[in-house]
């Protein structure tokens, strides 16, 4: 069974810093490329990073871009997300999850699109107060 568990949200004040981690058991993440989504009350899930499988390419939402960096341990099973300069409208749930590995045959495949994925973290809660 394939559980992803992220850890490291809180509350924050803006332009603080945030680490968000994510274990993965029952899956060997070096197989597959990984990313980080958000859902904000009341809005749709939105994609905020994705990296390859070997972690040579990354992929990042405009609205992040320069501010987070996705990175991965494969030695660790474990996918992070660093988060600088945070704003009050980073404040989502935000969760990890594995691209099926039907989409990964290539070391530096990433995906933006959620339906790409197929197994999810519960989340963990980022608050950036103003």
């Known amino acids: 069974q394939v559980q992803l568990v992220e850890s490291g949200g809180g509350l924050v004040q803006a332009g603080g810093s945030l680490r968000l981690s994510c274990v993965a058991s029952?899956?060997?993440?070096?197989?597959?490329?990984m990313g980080w989504f958000r859902q904000a009350p009341g809005k749709e899930r939105e994609f905020v990073a994705a990296?390859?499988?070997?972690?040579?390419?990354?992929s990042y939402a405009d609205s992040v871009k320069g501010r987070f960096t996705i990175s991965r341990d494969n030695g660790k099973n474990t996918v992070s997300l660093q988060m600088n300069s945070l704003k009050p409208e980073d404040t989502a749930v935000y969760s990890c999850?594995?691209?099926?590995?039907?989409?990964?045959?290539?070391?530096?495949?990433?995906?933006?699109?959620?339906?790409?994925?197929?197994?999810w973290g519960q989340g963990t809660q980022v608050t950036v107060s103003s």
């Open positions: 990296i390859s499988r070997n972690g040579g390419r990354t």
């Open positions: 999850a594995t691209v099926d590995g039907s989409y990964t045959s290539s070391f530096y495949y990433t995906s933006r699109t959620p339906s790409e994925y197929d197994y």
């Open positions: 029952g899956r060997t993440l070096s197989h597959y490329a």
